[in-house]
């Protein structure tokens, strides 16, 4: 009888134990798919980290009326339930400039107004580079909007072969030599250009290792 006993709680001890073996495999599995994952999203470009938050309907329309002012607005955006609200802004003339009053916080926009060139400029590219936190940028324009985000921790490998531009100190130049490359090919940054716009967004995920740049048609 004891002897009987004692082969059934061995034979529960090694089933437990393959249940708690196969659990630690699983989870290695796991932690595995995620890392190549975020590889992956950052030799494709993508966003990782955070999801990409749109743009609540009536600050989206709100912001689109004013593209019909000649002077640039720029402001914040909060997250309200995963999408993104208007939360203060400034006109271009009220502080010097259309000016980011509160500094640069995660959610920033600002408008390039009707007339004035659709894609960005190398200043809005190098001000987001610059700044230290995770900060999406978007840009609204007549055609539709820009959503440039840099997350300045994030992990690549270099091996991927994406130079960093800010490494070499070569931002500036790269930004100019693209932006003049949209002006010609989207006839001096005003006419909508599909093809213009899927290649700008590849050149500006090739500047520099986590920066992305993603285009929203309204
Ligand atoms: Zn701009």
Redesign the pocket.
Known sequence: MRKKQKIKSKRKYKTERRKIKSKRRKSKRRKSKSKRKSRLQNMLGGFPGDPILLIDDNSLSYIIRLLDNSKEVCGYFKDIDGKLQIDGLTYEGENDNCRHYRGYQKYMW?I?PKGSKYY??TK?IINVLNHENWIYSY?FTIYGYWILYYDDKCEYNPLLGKKSCVELGICEELIEEINNEFYFSSGNGRVYNKAGIDKYIDLINNLQPCLYLRWYDY
């Open positions: 600002h390039h960005l400029s809005d840009v």
